[in-house]
């Protein structure tokens, strides 16, 4: 009975051992990783805006009419607007969270290409460049896929995520009538289309779809991708559009904006959680 319980004390010394290298082993690998105690030095890039806006109006509530002449000129101001605020709001966002240390904003805009609005995503090279000049960790590029109306592909997907269970329903409740299901399905679409596609503002709730997809270029050690992420925001309900005046709640803008800061405030919490500099020996 003693040497058993010997053994057994061994086993669990043995065991406590291997569970202390284990969790040491990611720093005796790579020797150039910080300690896991210190915040992450992070840049975040000029958000790139990739959405098609045909028209100022789209994404913009005029109370005058406005010269065609100054339209390019108007869109791309805006679009300019939209992807600094994004920019500033994840950036202000993540500075809060003590897992990084946050280039600020202002310094982030005065850094070469930092006045910059993309109309693509960055390059892995362009990433690195705008890292080593901030001398961070990680670099966070974020880009805005939609911006007031999903494209065909997440709509179709939303749609038809939605209405399948919908029409399963339907199905279950009128025995399988094809003749009731097919109604269904025909009204479901005329209803989603312009809350999934258009966007729309029906009983103080605001429908402006907002996706944004974010990725994460590890500098310390190695340049490599460390992370992704992706975001799609479509409502604005009444709660958040009440901080504003009544007469502001209808404007595409302010809605637009309501969901953006959503949109980027969610990122920087889903980053705080998940993202962490990686052995460049041990990376997934």
């Known amino acids: 009975m003693r040497v058993e319980r010997y053994q057994g004390l061994l086993m669990l ?3 406590i051992l291997l569970a202390g290298c284990g969790g040491m082993w990611p720093r005796w690998f790579d020797s150039t990783l910080p300690s896991p105690d210190s915040p992450v030095r992070l840049l975040v890039a000029p958000v ?34 939209v992807a600094v605020r994004a ?19 202002v310094e982030a805009r005065r850094l070469p290409s930092g006045s910059t609005t993309l109309r ?5 090279a362009e990433l690195e460049k ?15 896929n939609d911006y007031g109306r999903l494209g065909w592909r997440h709509w179709v997907y939303g749609w038809l995520s939605v209405a399948s269970v919908h029409t399963t329903i339907v199905g279950a409740a009128t025995a399988w009538n094809p003749l009731a299901m097919g109604g269904y399905l025909i009204y479901d679409l005329a209803t989603d289309l312009p809350l999934w596609y258009g966007g729309a503002y029906v009983l103080g709730w605001a429908f402006r779809p ?7 270029i590890q500098l310390q050690g190695c340049v490599v991708r460390t992370w992704y992420d992706q975001e799609v925001t479509i409502v604005a309900n009444s709660e958040q559009l009440n901080v504003f005046d009544e007469s502001q709640r ?3 803008e302010v809605q637009l904006q309501v969901n953006l800061d959503h949109t980027m405030k969610t990122l920087a919490e889903v980053a705080q959680g998940t993202l962490r500099l990686k052995s460049c020996e041990n990376r997934a």
Do not use: C
């Not at 109006?57 to 869109?75: A, K």
């Not at 693509?120 to 892995?124: F, G, K, L, V």
């Not at 705008?130 to 805005?144: C, P, Q, T, Y």
């Open 13 to 15: 010394f043995a065991l």
């Open 48 to 81: 790139a805006f990739e959405p098609s806006i045909g028209h100022a109006s789209d994404i913009y509530s005029f109370d005058d009419l406005y010269s065609d002449d100054n339209e390019p000129y108007l869109r791309a101001q805006l679009i300019d607007e």
């Open 87 to 105: 920019q500033r709001v994840l950036t202000e966002e993540l500075a809060k969270r003590p897992e990084f240390q946050v280039t600020p904003f």
């Open 120 to 124: 693509r995503r960055w390059t892995d």
């Open 130 to 144: 705008l890292g080593r000049s901030a001398g961070v960790d990680m670099v966070l590029a974020a880009r805005i």
């Open 210 to 216: 907002i996706h944004v997809e974010m990725e994460a």
């Open 250 to 252: 209808k404007r595409k």
